[in-house]
């Protein structure tokens, strides 16, 4: 266990997260479990900066702090297994560059992760921040006719597959084991006659969080919704009808998102745990294609923990 007097706390914002900085680049497997998890709960997104981190340690750590992790089958990009392990994952393509809007990871099918851990081996020379977002603040800053608007209206998720994505994306060449996926998670597909898979999911745009009693707007709405604007339409959302979602709710929505953003500045080594039942996230757009991130999808952490 590291003694607190060789890391300082401090705050992530006034509002939510904090930072732990080690003072003597101490290792991060040291630090107490039951500290960081009481913090983690109470400020649902913990930056680790200075401690000594390696992708060994980052999976030791992480190990410790988390009972499980997921795969990343059904999810919106493929994601390359680092040093051999399933569970951890380059955050993205490599061809992949752009910027990508706040969301919570994998609300566009029943099974996500409750808490998502990522360690940085090498930041972007410019750019490419990772950035958050409190959904309680994100709902309670939208216009009340918005927020009535998502209590009263599920959205619909709809994901186009082309062949030889869908096998990509879901690790298989067999269309029954995609559909007992989708059985699994709630997940109507179809498939057309030229081998694409589309799969819908209805969902709540507003859920509340697994370690507080309040609203949380955390979806995967602002990403469909950026990516129809800039003219693809494999990933598109809909209210629960199939009817596109009102123009002042998607102008009130990016209005709340454009204020509430905050980049992480990436440093070598430091590791970034989110509460993805409460917090979005996302990315600022870089050109250095040597950027490594990485990431775990991890479980829900046990209340005896």
Not at 208 to 231: D, H, K
Not at 252 to 260: M, N, S, T, Y
């Amino acid at each position: 266990m590291v003694a607190n007097s060789i890391f300082s706390k401090g705050p992530l914002t006034q509002d939510y997260g904090q930072v732990w900085e080690s003072q003597t680049k101490s290792s991060i497997e040291e630090i107490s479990e039951a500290d960081v998890l009481s913090a983690f709960k109470e400020n649902g997104v913990l930056l680790f900066r200075g401690f000594s981190v390696s992708t060994a340690t980052f999976k030791s750590f992480t190990d410790q702090v988390c009972p499980g992790f997921m795969n990343y089958e059904g999810g919106a990009s493929a994601r390359s297994k680092v040093d051999g392990e399933s569970t951890v994952l380059s955050v993205t393509e490599p061809t992949m560059l752009h910027p990508i809007p706040l969301h919570g990871e994998m609300y566009y099918t029943k099974r996500k992760p409750s808490t998502l851990f990522f360690y940085c081996e090498k930041p972007a020379d410019v750019d490419g921040e990772t950035t958050v977002a409190d959904g309680v603040e994100i709902f309670k800053k939208l216009q009340r006719q918005t927020r009535k608007f998502f209590t009263d209206n599920r959205i619909k998720y709809i994901c186009t597959y082309p062949d030889g994505r869908w096998q990509q994306l879901f690790k298989t060449d067999t269309i029954d084991d995609v559909k007992a996926y989708c059985e699994q998670n709630e997940l109507t597909v179809y498939q057309h006659d030229d081998n694409s898979i589309v799969t819908e999911y209805r969902a709540a745009a507003i859920s509340t969080p697994l370690y507080c009693s309040e609203p949380a707007f955390i979806n995967n709405i602002f990403t469909m919704v950026r990516w129809e604007q800039a003219g693809f339409n494999l990933r598109i959302v809909r209210d629960e009808n199939g009817d596109k979602l009102p123009a002042e709710i998607i102008d009130d929505i990016q209005r709340v998102e454009r204020d509430l953003t905050l980049p992480v500045k990436w440093q070598p080594g430091d590791v970034l745990m989110v509460d993805n039942s409460r917090m979005l996230h996302g990315r600022r757009g870089f050109e250095d294609t040597s950027r490594a991130i990485f990431v775990r999808l991890g479980g829900e952490l046990t209340s005896t923990q």
